[in-house]
């Protein structure tokens, strides 16, 4: 009985042992899907891929890594193709295939969002092949890259301003091209952008109640977007600016700020006499005339007191 009780107990025991070697190891049991899971793993992250690749770059066979490739460009593998196109620089420049392999090299970069590289390889394929036919497309290409590298309005904009002189230095170089068209679609649309930043910069000052910083902001934003579709209402700002200093301004000073108020609103009747923000503007040109009335009121019974 004693026999059979010990064979009974010996599966038993050798299950938990490994049990509880599980758990020791792992700090709980593994189940049977978790096990699975662990084996995908291994496979998901077995590189047997990049294995692949990289035979290939390491191949000296020069045509046959050409022609993979060639494969990868074409299914849109850019950053394998990179790779062996730049490995074979040495071996097919001054051939047949040099100028189109930099041009599909630089290309590589521009569609793996690498703007920064891609713009100097379009540029140094004008360089090297200035008489391609595909010369012009990389001009503009290394100009577009500065207009895909341009930020969100509230950030720096210095490629924006690189897109802007790029594109129009395009136009200049070639005139008549095709793309003209974009270029100048670009220039609007960068030139946009940079009225917005300084626009909402206007605003900020304005809303802090730093009127005479917006005034001067606003103006600056009217002077260097002249045909911007809302010229009127950055001019009917730096009235409101300057009205609002005005007010503030120490009564000595106010008659030379409230005349420099009627001077924007004549200098607004005469550039939008057709605007909808006329009878607004109207309001602050009374409104500074008869503050202007009582000044010169007090002036005079002060005059006549003395």
Not at 114 to 137: G, H, L, Q, V
Request: aromatic share 14%; hydrophobic share 30%; net charge positive.
């Amino acid at each position: 009985m004693k026999q059979i009780l010990v064979l009974i107990s010996l599966p038993l025991l050798l299950a938990s042992c490994s049990l509880f070697h599980k758990v020791a190891k792992t700090g709980k049991p593994k189940s049977d899907k978790t096990e699975k899971t662990e084996v995908a793993k291994v496979k998901k992250s077995n590189p047997k891929k990049d294995n692949k690749f990289a035979h290939i770059l390491a191949s000296k066979d020069n045509e046959f890594k050409y022609q993979m490739a060639e494969q990868y460009y074409a299914n849109k593998k850019y950053n394998y193709a990179q790779q062996l196109f730049e490995s074979l620089f040495p071996y097919l420049k001054g051939t047949q295939r040099y100028e189109d392999m930099y041009y599909k090299y630089a290309y590589c970069y521009f569609y793996d969002k690498d703007y920064i590289n891609a713009e100097n390889i379009f540029k140094t394929f004008t360089e090297t092949f200035p008489t391609s036919a595909r010369s012009e497309e990389c001009d503009y290409m290394k100009a577009f890259c500065y207009y895909k590298q341009s930020p969100k309005y509230e950030l720096d904009q210095t490629n924006t301003t690189k897109a802007i002189g790029s594109m129009q230095a395009f136009i200049n170089t070639h005139p008549g091209s095709p793309r003209s068209k974009d270029a100048n679609d670009i220039i609007d649309k960068c030139r946009e952008k940079l009225e917005l930043k300084e626009s909402k910069n206007a605003e900020l000052y304005y809303n802090l109640g730093f009127f005479r910083a917006a005034a001067v902001a606003y103006t600056g934003v009217s002077e260097g977007f002249p045909d911007s579709k809302r010229g009127d209402e950055y001019k009917l700002q730096i009235i409101k600016s300057y009205f609002k200093f005005a007010e503030m301004s120490n009564i000595f000073k106010q008659e030379e700020r409230f005349t420099k108020v009627l001077s924007e609103c004549t200098d607004f009747s005469e550039r939008y006499a057709d605007s909808k923000l006329a009878p607004e503007v109207a309001k602050y040109k009374t409104q500074s005339t008869n503050y202007l009335k009582t000044i010169k009121n007090e002036q005079a019974k002060t005059a006549s007191q003395q």
